[in-house]
Structure formats: C-alpha cells, structure tokens
C-alpha cells in the first residue's frame, strides 16, 4: 500500500526502491535542498539530510508533466521535509516521489457546473 505524506501543495508518495537515474537536480553534499517555493507567501519547501533530488521522467509516466517535481532518494540518517506554515516532515531512508498537488475542479470528480 502507497504511503503519501503531504505539506501544503507538495505531495511525497513513498515508492520501492530504485536506483538515482535520469538528471540529478540536487546532491546530498549540497545546503538545503528547496523542492517548491511559494507563489503567494515566498516560503520554501525545502529538504534537509541526505538525500539526492533527481528527474526521470519515465518513472513518473502517471504524474501531468507540470506536477512532476522529481524523485528522492533519502540515504544516511534520514532527512526532513520543512516549511515556515506547516509542521515538518521526517523522512526515513527509501525513494519518494516529489510533486505538486493542484485544487480538485468540479470536471476532475465529473461534477458539472452551471
């Protein structure tokens, strides 16, 4: 069963293992790791610990392309998921997919408006 942790409009799912491929967006030598800033507030989404931050689009055939954020791979001792208006996220060692959640529309749940 899928496990989802969600901060505001980021959405992590955990997934199986699976090696770094495609482009590697962020190494886990690097300062903290800033996955979404926001439109409105200008806080960040931003990941600490080590983890690696890369792109492969084939593993996210299912994700609308402008949602699809990337894949994490968490490693060491964990890592934590904060923002400055929601309480953080600690994640365990294993791969997360990383995208964005959008507003349901009424024609998404096949409700018709007027």
Do not use: W
């Not at 901060?7 to 690097?30: K, Y």
């Not at 934590?80 to 791969?95: K, N, Y």
Request: some cysteine; proline content about 5%; aromatic content about 4%.
């Amino acid at each position: 069963m899928p496990r989802f942790y969600a901060q505001g409009d980021i959405l992590l799912e955990r997934v199986n293992q699976a090696p770094v491929s495609g482009q590697i967006l962020h190494a886990p030598d690097a300062e903290a790791l800033v996955v979404a800033e926001g439109e409105l507030t200008g806080h960040h989404h931003k990941i600490s610990g080590c983890a690696t931050l890369y792109r492969d689009d084939a593993l996210a055939r299912d994700i609308p392309d402008n949602l699809y954020i990337g894949h994490l791979q968490v490693e060491g001792t964990g890592a934590r998921l904060e923002h400055d208006e929601h309480a953080p996220i600690d994640l365990a060692l294993g791969t997360y997919r990383v995208r964005r959640q959008r507003q349901l529309e009424p024609s998404d749940i096949g409700i018709a408006g007027d």
